[in-house]
Nanobody, 124 residues
Framework: QVQLVESGGGSVQAGGSLRLSCAAS????????MGWFRQAPGKEREGVAV???????IYADSVKGRFTISKDNAKNTLYLQMNSLKAEDTAMYYC??????????????????WGQGTQVTVSS
């Protein structure tokens, strides 16, 4: 049974940093594309960053240069290092997994497995 469990969210001042983690189990982690998505109140879920099974990463323009996605295959864990946080980064952040070939499009609809989410709140 696929399970994705996020952690590391919280409240931070603008300009601060957080690191999100996603512990994965129940599937062949190293062969899946893994990503972070977020959803702010009243808005649609959007892609933040995705890392392919071979390690290539894609980022949304809004987070390029500030966020870094990485994964540890030995620990079956996905990370999102978020620096220089802005108020507009406030959202529920979700970890997702799939074997989709469309992973580079950063579209939530291409990912079939989801975690429960972790809240990130950035105050200005």
């Amino acid at each position: 049974q696929v399970q994705l469990v996020e952690s590391g969210g919280g409240s931070v001042q603008a300009g601060g940093s957080l690191r999100l983690s996603c512990a994965a189990s129940g599937f062949s982690y190293s062969s899946y594309q893994m990503g972070w998505f977020r959803q702010a109140p009243g808005k649609e879920r959007e892609g933040v960053a995705v890392i392919g099974s071979y390690g290539r990463a894609i980022y949304a323009d809004s987070v390029k240069g500030r966020f870094t996605i990485s994964k540890d295959n030995a620990k079956n864990t996905l990370y999102l290092q978020m620096n220089s946080l802005k108020a507009e980064d406030t959202a529920m952040y979700y970890c997702a997994a799939d074997q989709t070939l469309r992973w580079w499009l950063l579209q939530p609809s291409d990912f079939g497995y989801w975690g429960q989410g972790t809240q990130v709140t950035v105050s200005s």
